[in-house]
């Protein structure tokens, strides 16, 4: 996929984001969150021409966080396969399950400050 196909993909995951994406963004746009700065559906690219589209991304600390609906219990292999290319380009990735976000917003919260924390001291 060429680069302005994704791009235009992820304006289009943008404007159509899960209940789960919308409630975490509400929460962590304007640096909100700690006054960590995110970015939702950041573009990565990690071949010539490949590229992942990651839901949310602390640039700051070069953590991707993914939120993951019931779909992506069909498609594990796949997930721990892009993190770990991910992780090789320097990425951290940290995922959340909808229902983390919707129903348990302060174990979310907890979670994601330790990662950011921890990755302070890197």
């Known amino acids: 996929m060429r680069y302005l196909e994704v791009l235009s993909f992820a ?3 943008r404007k159509n ?3 789960a994406e919308t409630v975490f963004w509400s929460k962590v746009r304007n ?12 573009i990565i690219e990690h071949e010539k021409a490949n590229y992942f ?3 949310f991304h602390c640039f700051e600390k070069k953590l991707i966080v993914e939120i993951d609906g019931k779909i992506h219990l069909k498609y594990a292999a796949e997930d721990k396969n892009r993190d770990t290319i991910l992780n ?3 990425y951290y990735t940290i995922r959340f399950k909808n ?3 919707l129903f348990d ?3 979310v919260e907890t979670k ?5 924390e921890v990755n302070r001291l890197l």
């Open 88 to 90: 090789e380009l320097g």
């Open 31 to 42: 640096r909100k969150f700690h006054g960590y700065k995110f970015n939702r559906q950041f």
């Open 99 to 101: 229902e983390e976000v």
């Open 53 to 55: 589209i990651a839901d």
């Open 112 to 116: 994601l400050l330790k990662h950011l």
């Open 105 to 107: 917003w302060k174990n």
């Open 11 to 13: 304006r289009e995951l």
């Open 17 to 19: 984001q899960t209940k």
